[in-house]
């Protein structure tokens, strides 16, 4: 895991927290693997069929962000006999579930191994999406909420850049 702070704007009382990849274990209750996501399934009551569970193996091998096509075209490539509507089916009810994770692009629907709050960088360049967990410095949150009047529950941000020679 890569473990970097930096401060953001006008906020040096607290450095933001950043971080890419995942540790092994989190302490804040989201699935550390895909036998906790399978847990979850079942108890909000989801089938587990054996397409369902190819689906949700591969986007847990995988760790990026899919699009349909690229999850049928990547079992298929394994040996796994699943067709393209089995496919679209299962990402859209787990995504509806909030097993997963669902990004529209103008291009069309990614699919992540992630449902819980987290934030991207997508690289200008390539197209291709990094999850990141920033933490905000408590006071920036304040005066978010100061400014709009709302409790602020969760936050995603969308970065873009390119890779720095
Ligand atoms: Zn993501």
């Known amino acids: 895991m890569a473990l970097a702070t930096f401060s953001l704007g006008a906020s040096p009382a ?3 927290q950043i971080s890419s990849g995942g540790p092994a274990h989190y302490n804040d ?3 550390a693997n895909v036998d906790d996501v399978y847990q979850r399934c079942r108890h909000l ?3 587990l069929s054996r397409q369902r569970r190819m689906v949700l193996d591969l986007l847990w091998a995988e760790r990026s962000h899919l699009s349909a096509r690229d999850i049928f075209e990547k079992l298929n490539d394994l ?3 699943i ?10 009810a787990l995504q509806s579930a909030g097993v997963i994770e669902c990004i529209d ?7 992540g191994y992630r449902a819980d709050p987290h934030s991207h960088l997508t690289c200008v360049e390539s197209g291709s999406i990094t999850d990141l967990d920033v933490e ?7 005066q978010i909420e100061a400014a709009t009047g709302f409790a602020i529950e ?12």
């Open 14 to 16: 607290k450095d933001t």
């Open 29 to 31: 209750g989201r699935p």
């Open 45 to 47: 009551g989801m089938r």
């Open 79 to 81: 040996g796994r006999n």
């Open 83 to 92: 067709g393209h509507t089995s496919v679209y089916q299962n990402l859209e």
């Open 105 to 111: 692009r103008a291009s069309g629907r990614l699919y």
């Open 136 to 142: 905000l410095p408590d006071d920036l949150l304040r």
């Open 154 to 165: 969760s936050y995603t941000l969308h970065l873009s850049g390119r890779r720095r020679p």
